[in-house]
């Protein structure tokens, strides 16, 4: 079956402008995450979606948001973009909770200037 | 809070030996452990994952892992390491009703001929 796929997977952003990233799931799962992957930060969860709720969100500020669909894909977008939210966005999908095996998708590798 | 370490930052070793990757985690009820693995260029995969039952849990690509409670460790062995093992190791945590994983800072394993 169809893996996850992001896109665009490339992403050339200036400061202050907004961002919106694409993750469509594997075909039934239900459980979308996001997460934010940079050299000095490392893998820090964004948020994770199920049936179009958020059931969690990371320590991240209010410029960070996301939402899921009814086919559970998903969106995250990133609101005035500042120079250190360059870094790889990874979605990730599992059957309903993180505690499932989850599949991660290539990234989403955005750079902000 | 939960938390996941990983002390080593990179681990050079030779095709053939023995691997060993340390992990260290800090939660309050049993957590659920996973270790996943990152080739260059490619996504996340989840190579084993252990909550409950037989504290040696066996993954993908050779790899198991031993829980041990008194230690607040799940430690990532493969018996004999092969080129393609070369990549960056992650170890995570979760828990029941959190929706989210925490990840470590990753292992880089560089394999030499």
């Known amino acids: 079956k169809a893996g996850v796929t992001q896109t665009p997977r490339y992403l050339i952003k200036t400061r202050g402008q907004q961002v919106t990233l694409s993750c469509s799931p594997i075909s039934g799962h239900r459980s979308v995450s996001w997460y934010q992957q940079t050299p000095g930060q490392g893998l820090q969860f964004l948020f994770e979606y199920f049936s179009e709720t958020q059931r969690n969100k990371g320590n991240f500020p209010g410029r960070f948001s996301g939402r899921q669909f009814s086919n559970s894909r998903s969106e995250m977008n990133v609101s005035t973009l500042e120079l250190g939210d360059s870094a790889l966005y990874l979605c990730?999908?599992?059957?309903?909770?993180?505690?499932?095996?989850?599949?991660f998708g290539p990234g989403t590798r955005l750079t902000v200037t | 809070a939960q938390s996941v370490t990983q002390p080593d930052i990179h681990i050079t070793v030779s095709e053939g030996a023995s691997l060993e990757l340390r992990c260290n985690y800090s939660y309050g009820a049993t957590p659920y452990l996973f270790w996943y693995v990152q080739s260059p260029g490619q996504g996340l995969q989840l190579l084993l994952k252990y909550f409950s039952g037989d504290t040696l849990v066996q993954g993908i690509k050779g790899f198991e892992a031993e829980f041990k409670r008194s230690q607040s460790s799940f430690n990532l062995r493969k018996p004999s390491v092969h080129w393609s093992d070369a990549a960056e190791y992650f170890c995570a945590v979760g828990a029941t009703n959190d929706y989210k994983l925490s990840f470590g800072a990753g292992t880089t394993v560089t394999v030499r001929a």
């Open positions: 990730a999908s599992s059957l309903a909770t993180v505690l499932d095996e989850q599949y």
